[in-house]
């Protein structure tokens, strides 16, 4: 049996030396994908032959299906596209070459389908599976090498706050987030690419303790921008908590988990409640919780009004 292949970032170097071994041992990509390259994927799938092209800008998409006209070969635009190229249910592997981001969810989505995925990517640093804590300590154990890379993926299972904001003091900066949910557990996904100046822990933690309103809105906060009715450093604190990026854009598991820690919370202060608040570790425990639940609320208004739920 023939083996059949989906190639994700089909048009970049690793992508045409895939393509390369795909011919070589008799396999056959069914589907390609890539971001803009119109004259290459015009010729890889004259080449190939492949049931599905699939081009993330709409514009190039839209050029290339013009160009293919006389073929059998379905164009396909957008992330839609390259996601259907992902989990084409003809192809049994999917090689992930595409960088970043950009091709963290089209392999995802392969491994839902059951797919083998084959990562092919040599500009990344992958990092998964284990605690923010320990995370930290191997990325900052070894900075110059961390820094060699051109981007991180990662996808810490613990300590998830203080791994953002710990990010962002090694001049780590977060471009992109997704979040996906297995038996109940969430699992937050970031792209970090390494910046020049990073901070101090000793200037972050002077910036966050500081009054100085022009300090606040220094590199620190700078990336969180700003929402009506709340402080910069609040704002930055709720990003570092649930993920800036999964907020604006009001990402659907997010809010789920959002909902589910609500739920958590609103038990928490029935029983305290329940139990009577006549003591001082009680009363603490409940102003601690009762904290926690007003920044998930004010998180999951930012997160609807993101998913353009809210006014």
Not at 276 to 292: P, Q, W
């Amino acid at each position: 049996m023939v083996q059949t292949i989906s190639l994700l970032g089909s048009t970049g170097s690793i992508g045409r030396q895939s393509l390369d071994v795909i011919a070589a041992c008799g396999m056959e990509a069914v589907a390609l994908a890539a971001n803009s390259s119109v004259s290459r994927m015009e010729e890889q799938a004259r080449q190939y032959r492949p049931r599905i092209a699939a081009l993330a800008d709409e514009k190039a998409a839209a050029d290339l299906r013009v160009r293919l006209a006389d073929t059998n070969v379905q164009v396909l635009s957008g992330l839609e596209g390259v996601l259907e190229a992902a989990t084409i249910s003809s192809a049994d592997t999917a090689i992930a070459a595409l960088v970043g981001m950009a091709g963290l969810r089209p392999a995802l989505a392969s491994i839902r389908e059951g797919k083998r995925v084959c990562l092919a990517n040599k500009e990344a640093l992958v990092c998964a599976g284990m605690g923010g804590r320990l995370m930290m300590r191997i990325l900052g154990e070894e900075k110059a090498k961390t820094d060699s890379f051109t981007e991180l993926i990662l996808q810490p299972q613990s300590e998830i706050m203080q791994f953002r904001t710990w990010l962002r003091e090694q001049g780590l900066r977060i471009t992109d987030e997704t979040m996906v949910e297995e038996d109940g557990k969430f699992y937050p996904m970031m792209r970090a690419v390494p910046e020049a100046g990073a901070l101090t822990t000793e200037a972050v933690d002077e910036i966050r303790c500081s009054d100085d309103s022009a300090l606040r809105k220094s590199a620190v906060y700078a990336e969180c921008g700003e929402i009506r009715g709340m402080k910069q450093g609040e704002l930055c604190k709720l990003y570092d908590r649930y993920g800036g990026f999964l907020l604006q854009r009001g990402d659907s598991t997010l809010l789920a988990f959002l909902q589910k820690e609500e739920r958590i919370y609103t038990e928490i202060l029935d029983r305290l409640q329940g139990q009577g608040l006549d003591c001082d570790r009680r009363r603490m425990r409940y102003a601690e919780v009762e904290k926690l639940l007003a920044e998930c609320r004010k998180a999951k208004e930012i997160a609807l009004r993101g998913a353009g739920c809210g006014s």
